[in-house]
């Protein structure tokens, strides 16, 4: 009967041992060793910085300026996946072309872009295709061409309302 008893206790003791060993990290500040911590790379405000590659030129349907930019250019598919991420802001000076091998209909989402933008959608007459406005940061919303494009424009939200960048204007650019 004694050993019965002493087996029941040291059981129990397991028990409460196990459990809170399995429990335990539910109640940590910080991961234990053997866990992964995922971390959202948003949640890195490190700023990268504008690196000017070339510029371009918003014009009106008659070829009068609107609006020079300088531009950082995404020319393959890495820079093109990174477009505008990680950025906290952007002068109204600059912009991100976004240059393809083809034509075809785009779209483009903001989800880990920090800044709301316009999106331009530009053909390979280099004529404004469709805009996008006021896309909203860290949304998973698709913003899709509203027809085939080969070259894509990101700048700061409200400047195509206030230059009055519309389907009449068109663009060129040249890269350094």
């Not at 196990?18 to 700023?47: A, Q």
């Not at 910085?49 to 918003?58: A, H, R, S």
């Not at 959608?121 to 406005?133: G, R, T």
């Amino acid at each position: 009967m004694r050993n019965k008893r002493i087996l029941i206790i040291v059981a129990g003791i397991m028990l409460f041992g196990l459990l809170f060993w399995t429990f335990s990290d539910l109640f940590r500040s910080e991961p234990s060793s053997g866990r992964i911590k995922t971390k959202n790379p948003t949640d890195d405000f490190t700023e990268v910085p504008f690196t000017k590659e070339g510029q371009l030129w918003f014009l009106t349907a008659e070829g009068d300026t609107i609006k020079h930019f300088d531009i950082e250019v995404a020319d393959n598919p890495y820079e093109s996946m990174r477009g505008l991420m990680d950025r906290n802001s952007m002068e109204d000076n600059q912009a991100m072309l976004f240059i393809f091998k083809d034509m075809r209909p785009r779209s483009f989402w903001m989800k880990n872009t920090r800044i709301p933008l316009d999106i331009i959608y530009i053909d390979d007459q280099y004529e404004v295709v469709s805009i996008q406005k006021n896309a909203v940061p860290k949304s998973e919303e698709s913003l899709p061409s509203e027809g085939p494009a080969k070259y894509v424009v990101e700048v700061n939200a409200g400047l195509t309302d206030l230059l009055k960048i519309d389907k009449d204007s068109k663009v060129v650019f040249e890269v350094e």
